[in-house]
């Protein structure tokens, strides 16, 4: 009693099973096994969202150097950092609360944590692909205070095969 | 061991070679007390001591299996030479036959030896074989030897307690607590107190309640465990009708622990309650309820006595079920699943959650309860058996929260209900891989892939909380050696519906194909080889795990005397009379029965058999290139199967050969002997053994089965079934009909018959019939 009935907790081996479900129902984006693999390596930026300990939310963000140029879904699943860049921005590769689940504050409470993240490690800028269509996601990271840049990356999400598999790059500033 | 003066065989140099190899083995230097001992028997090679040793060192540094040839031969020589009588029964401990150990100790002692402690091994040995009566007079003994300890007084009061002499079990205990009371120290205390309360454990049982009463008001000081007190004490005041001092007493036992469910009828009889009108207990649980508002019993029960017609019962269900679906207790379902016993309350229930679930929920913030409500739901129309609205529901709710490990347990249940077991395991590892650590949903995912036949997915699934050996493939070894009998029973059972569906698909090669397949054909052999190898295996490990259960307690017959824990002895002693006749156990049974039945009816139909062998070996030479891939196949899968270190007989071929080498019928008679008394209310119990009996021609005990299935499956004597009605036809056409049967026996067996089931003379056997077709 008296604890948060939103909370974080790290992923993990064990329950790398439930971020995968999370990302699977909520978002049209799919990774692939390494991705996941890598997520539980030490040292990444993740967390899992408990709602009255139901897990309903998850994030993944990492550091990269943004001269480094993202064109499409697929060079992000496979994009090394280039070595001799040191990163200067936060990209957040997949961020998802269960529909039902909305509303409650728990969006807030992981974006927090990578706001954090990022400020621990020195880091001014936080960076995301936002699908066209996607007015909610949109309306919500502008609502958190992350800027819409004007240029659209063309095809970013081809691969999904959906209309207007055009994103916008949004940027929050800390 | 003490030895014995000179025997006159020998003159004096070998006679203290003799001493000398004995002191040897007492040391544990086998193979120097060998040397002596065999230089004796070179001397004379029936001496009968020697033999003896012989033996017993043998068993220790030798083939096992040698040694029992020199114990047979001595105690041939000499049966009652003391000597010679203790060496066989130390032989028969080390090979756990504790009734020829039993019988060998004893003889010992008969012949006048010496050496006392043979009688506490003695008694060790009538514990462990259940002969109550000659252990009283063993530990009576070895008391009259020892007297100094309390252990000694405490194992004569056990032995007399299990022949039922209560009185005198209870003296015993009286006499060592006067004599011991003024040297009692600190560390005695527990013991002390435990032996108070053994002492009442027997009073109670003799029924001397006003005795044991007053005795546990003396000893109140000397006992330490205030439950057992206070729970024996309300126990005698109710029997002893002062019911009014048991209620105060069964209320104090509630102050300690409100959630114990069994006090509170306890307390209703003291209160003479529970003939009373339900308003009326209702307020007395309302009462308490207010005392222990954070307990579960005084909200439930209620439930269980109000009529499921009236108001009452509607208000009280509604409140006990909604706010634990508001809180998003996983339980819910279960915690009422006991009240839909009776269906009207089922149906109650069912409209108290509808009710919530279209008119609250809707209004409600927090998500959970929605899908705790659909979980209630879900469960709720499972068990009502009507299958779709259960998925309508769960669907439902893991749309809601896919991430819900508990949604795809149910999921799963209820695809399994449908019968898809392939389907139910899929569903049930998906849900597993949200949460590896799980172990609940990993224990249900292994049972719902053995059910599927996926045996091998099953062992990997649950070998993530096994400990894996080195270079162990699977955790298949430490699920032996951890006794995981459920795992090994749904195995065997697995491989068993694999092997009958190779069978099956054996016998439709051979009828629909006018050419045989002959590469088809081995392989199915093989496989129906290997399969039924394995479940005759796995089913054989169980009975081998019990074996291990009955003998394991064979240390506390003298461990528990020493601590003084009686009490917990005797549960333990009453607890191993009956493991034969627990669910595992029957179960590796029963599917042991079917596999020698069908071993059985084949040895009657020996040609075929010996075709299939034929044909094993003709085209095992054939094609050498593919064999050398097939044993690699072959290596690798006895790697997953094996059950200990260095299995010799990994695949059960060995088993299954040698058991269709010998008499397939009395092995299994053999396994349903502790039955007949341990599982003599078990219908399993009485079908095998009328079929076993049947076939041996024992026509008596086959027609005393028959009537006591007759009994187990028919408690009222009121129905006429099938099941009873074929048999008896069977017994008496299978008797008249055997020529080599005894014409007495089969009068006798007819007359039982009619006397036990009047009609049969009454009608023809086809009246007959149709009047037991229920």
Redesign the interface.
């Known amino acids: 009693m008296g604890r948060d009935i939103v909370a974080l907790d790290d992923l993990t081996v064990n329950n790398v099973g439930t971020f995968q479900k999370i990302n699977e129902v909520v978002l049209p984006s799919r990774y692939d096994a390494a991705w996941y693999q890598e997520a539980v390596t030490p040292g990444q930026i993740t967390k899992l969202a408990f709602y009255a300990e139901i897990p309903v939310g998850a994030i993944k963000a990492r550091a990269f150097n943004n001269t480094h140029k993202i064109s499409s879904l697929e060079s992000l699943l496979r994009f090394q950092l280039p070595s001799k860049n040191i990163p200067n921005a936060i990209y957040i590769e997949s961020f998802a609360v269960l529909e039902k689940y909305r509303g409650l504050g728990i969006g807030s409470k992981l974006l927090n944590y990578v706001i954090e993240e990022t400020k621990s490690r020195f880091i001014h800028e936080i960076y995301i692909h936002v699908h066209v269509d996607n007015k909610e996601a949109i309306e919500w990271y502008l609502k958190k205070g992350f800027v819409k840049k004007d240029e659209v990356i063309k095809d970013y999400y081809k691969s999904l095969e959906i209309p207007n598999p055009d994103a916008y790059i949004m940027t929050l500033a800390v | 061991m003490v030895t014995k003066k000179a025997s006159p065989i020998f003159a004096s140099k070998e006679d203290s070679n003799f001493r000398e190899a004995l002191k040897l083995y007492d040391a544990k230097q086998y193979k120097k007390a060998l040397k002596l001992v065999e230089g004796n028997l070179k001397k004379h090679s029936h001496h009968a001591e020697s033999l003896a040793l012989k033996g017993c060192i043998t068993f220790h540094i030798g083939a096992k299996q040698d040694a029992e040839p020199y114990i047979l031969k001595a105690v041939e020589k000499e049966p009652t030479n003391y000597l010679v009588n203790h060496l066989a029964g130390l032989y028969y401990r080390s090979v756990e036959d504790y009734h020829k150990a039993a019988k060998w100790l004893k003889a010992a002692n008969d012949n006048g030896s010496p050496n006392k402690p043979i009688l506490r091994d003695l008694s060790f040995m009538q514990s462990q074989i259940r002969d109550y009566k000659n252990l009283k007079e063993s530990r009576q003994l070895y008391l009259e030897h020892q007297p100094g300890y309390r252990a000694n007084w405490t194992g004569l009061a056990v032995a007399q307690h299990l022949n039922k002499e209560y009185h005198a079990a209870v003296s015993t205990l009286d006499k060592i607590e006067n004599i011991i009371k003024e040297h009692l120290t600190d560390a005695d205390m527990y013991e002390q107190s435990e032996c108070v309360l053994y002492k009442h454990q027997i009073l109670s049982e003799a029924g001397d309640y006003e005795r044991a009463l007053k005795a546990l008001e003396n000893d109140k000081d000397s006992i330490k465990d205030m439950l057992s007190y206070m729970e024996y004490k309300a126990k005698y005041l109710l029997l002893l009708g002062q019911k009014k001092e048991a209620s105060l007493i069964y209320r104090e036992l509630l102050k300690r622990n409100p959630d114990n469910i069994s006090y509170y009828p306890l307390l209703e009889t003291a209160l003479d309650t529970t003939s009373k009108p339900e308003e009326l207990r209702l307020k007395l649980y309302e009462k308490l309820g207010r005392y222990y508002p954070r307990s579960d019993p005084p909200k439930f029960i209620p439930l269980t006595f109000l009529s499921s017609e009236g108001d009452l019962f509607a208000k009280k269900a509604r409140d006990y079920i909604i706010p634990q679906l508001l809180r998003?207790v996983p339980a819910t379902f279960v915690n009422v699943k006991p009240l839909y016993l009776n269906p009207k309350k089922s149906q109650v229930i069912e409209e108290i959650v509808l009710d919530f679930y279209q008119h609250d929920l809707p209004k409600l913030e927090?998500?959970?309860v929605?899908?705790w409500t659909e979980y209630f739901l879900a469960q709720h129309y499972l068990y009502k058996n009507d299958l779709d609205s259960a998925d309508k529901h769960i669907d439902l709710a893991l749309e809601?929260?896919?991430?819900?490990v508990e949604l795809y347990i149910v999921k799963a249940r209820i695809i399994k209900h449908r019968g898809d077991y392939v389907k139910a395991s899929e569903v049930m590892d998906e849900g597993r891989?949200?949460?590896?650590?799980d172990r609940f949903i990993n224990s249900k995912t292994t049972k719902y892939l053995l059910r599927a036949n996926k045996v091998n997915e099953a062992i990997d699934c649950i070998s993530l909380f096994t400990k894996l050996d080195e270079d162990a493939i699977n955790g298949c070894k430490d699920l032996h050696t951890m006794q995981v009998s459920w795992v090994l029973v749904e195995s065997a059972e697995a491989y068993t519906r694999l092997y009958h569906e190779y069978q099956a698909k054996l016998n439709e090669l051979r009828n629909c194909e006018a050419e045989e397949n002959e590469e088809l054909t081995q392989e199915l052999l093989e496989n129906i080889e290997t399969y039924r190898g394995l479940a005759l295996k796995r089913f054989t490990s169980i009975v081998k795990l019990y074996k291990i259960f009955y003998n394991d307690q064979y240390d506390f017959h003298s461990y528990c005397m020493r601590r003084g824990t009686p009490r917990d002895y005797i549960d333990t002693l009453r607890w191993e009379d009956k493991i034969h006749s627990t669910p595992i156990y029957t179960r590796a049974l029963k599917g042991l029965s079917e596999l020698y039945f069908e071993l059985y009816s084949e040895s009657l139909n020996d040609n075929e058999e010996s075709s299939q062998e034929v044909k094993i070996k003709k085209t095992n030479k054939k094609q050498k290139k593919a064999k050398a891939q097939m044993n690699k196949k072959k290596t690798e899968f006895i790697a997953r199967v094996e059950s200990e270190k260095e299995d010799a007989d990994p695949l059960g071929a060995k088993l299954l050969h040698d058991l269709q080498n010998s008499d397939v019928i009395e092995a299994l008679f053999e396994l349903f002997k502790s039955l007949i008394e341990e599982g003599k209310d078990l219908e399993l119990t009485w079908k095998v053994l009328f079929k076993v009996y049947l076939i041996q021609g024992k026509y008596v005990l086959a027609l005393q089965a028959v009537k006591n299935l007759n009994k187990v499956l028919n408690p009222y004597g009121e129905k006429k079934l099938r099941e009873i009605g074929s048999r008896v036809v069977e017994l008496a056409t299978t008797s008249k009909n055997d020529d080599k049967a005894n014409a007495a026996i089969v009068k006798v067996v007819e007359k039982g018959l009619h006397s036990a089931f009047p009609e049969f003379e009454q009608l023809s056997t086809d009246e007959f019939l149709e009047l037991y077709n229920q």
Not at chain 2, 400 to 404: C, I
Request: glycine fraction near 6%; hydrophobic fraction near 30%; proline fraction near 12%.
């Open positions: 998003g927090n998500p959970t929605a899908v809601h929260t896919p991430t819900l891989k949200l949460d590896l650590q």
